[in-house]
């Protein structure tokens, strides 16, 4: 478990445009309203970023094509 917050993965493949609004208004909800400040493995918008990652890489995956690392390394476990 690291102690450093993971960046938002930029990489859009597989995200509809549904998904990314849906995405940005729950993480800015998490933002405003969540709880304070956690540990990133308690985080629940490092949680939202992780599952993020994981979606792009899946589709990566899919489409036969090579995922940046900055996805590999957003994708792993807290």
Not at 18 to 37: E, H, K, T, V
Not at 45 to 63: D, F, N
Not at 69 to 76: C, D, K, S, T
Request: glycine share 6%; no cysteine.
């Amino acid at each position: 478990m690291s102690d450093k917050p993971r960046p938002i993965v930029r990489d859009t493949t597989g995200l509809s445009l549904n998904y990314r609004f849906w995405w940005r208004l729950q993480y800015l909800g998490f933002a405003i309203f969540g709880p304070a400040d956690q540990q990133p493995h308690r985080s629940p918008r490092e949680h939202l970023k992780q599952e993020r990652a994981l979606r792009v890489l899946r589709a990566h995956e899919t489409r036969g094509t090579q995922a940046p690392q900055e996805v590999v390394e957003a994708a792993r476990e807290l």
